[in-house]
């Protein structure tokens, strides 16, 4: 894997977003790595984007809005501790009816800087005072094995309007300050009550209005599909949670007819795979995990609505997606996974590595404020 052989140094983490890092910037103002089969690694910017597809090229997009997920608490002793809300379960919950109305909670310490850090959780039946007289309790770790996340129930207010009154984006040490709700929310976000994500779904980030309309202008079409994530992997290679995620029959369809009109392509002597249009492209790795959810080992995707708890492989491989717009992550995140799967297709893990390198060389930013990176086929 790429953490073998690469160290991504402190300072290439975005600290702020780019619309305030000058004047009249945007969000589009990040840079964009673009890693073709095996060997092209071309550097562009966000804005430039809409010369990098082709008409009938597929954009499946992430509609989860990123809610205040980050409360302020106490303890029994007084101390202060964030409490991060990463997903509310319910009955359809692979962990069943144990834990339906509980939320898979984080405990973190403050860490004097305006920032938190991890904490362990437990031990069970833990109190936490939370705003307005709520009490938290914590009653099992969501893995039987493990500290970081617990089920909790909320007594004294519901969750979804306690963020709402009292909470705030969740943010990490490595950026430089607190910022509004709105710069943590993608222009797709669909307001759903009771719903949302922990963390932004940060891979569509930088799209704009003006850029959206500039890529339905040449021909590139989107998709949507939801999938609510919880609290990022603070562990090296911890695998994601699961999460609740819908692939809407619109989206199972078009992706289905863009790759059947793409197979036959060759046959009518049109472009071969790999070619100008028709690729499924996947806006960040939430998107990835929610369409591949829905596909079968036949390769057809399905509408499908509930809990996925898949984990994309190399192993595994992909069934729905040519290509993937992702952020930079840290080397010893378990997306890099999902990447090099990817990356399978595109070209192979060889070519991930480089281009990762390139992006430490070139300076790259790294985290939700960072820049982007585009694999496609050669």
Known sequence: MIAAVLEVPEELSARVPPEQRGSGL???????????????IGHHTFGELPDLLAAGDVLVVNTSRTL???????????????VHFSTRADRRHPAGRAVAGRWAVELRTPDGRGSTRPRAGGPAGTVVRLPGRARLVLEAPVDPGGVRLWWARVAGARVPE???????????GYTDRDQPLAAYQTVFAVDSPGDGSAEMPSAARP???????????????????SLHTGVASAEAFEP???????????TAWLVNAVRARRRAAPRAGGPARGGSGGRVIAVG????????????ADGRVRAAAGWTDLVVTPER???????????????TASHLLMLEAVASVTADGEALRRAYAAAVQRRYLWHEFGDLHLLLPG
Do not use: C, K, N, W
């Open 317 to 331: 491989g992909v069934r729905a997606v040519d290509g993937l717009l992702t952020g930079l992550h840290e080397p």
């Open 207 to 225: 799209f704009t209005a003006g850029l959206v309309a500039r890529l339905v202008s040449r021909g590139v079409q989107f998709a949507p599909i």
């Open 285 to 296: 790795t939430t998107a990835v995990r929610a369409l591949e959810s829905a596909t079968g």
């Open 240 to 250: 994601p949670y699961p999460e609740r995620f819908v692939v809407p029959p619109a």
């Open 26 to 40: 945007g969000r589009d103002a990040v840079r964009l790595m673009v890693s073709r089969g095996a060997a092209e």
């Open 162 to 172: 306690l963020m709402r009154l009292h909470g705030r984006p969740i943010r990490y």
């Open 68 to 82: 205040p997920a980050a409360v302020d608490g106490r303890v029994g002793d007084g101390r202060g501790r964030g």
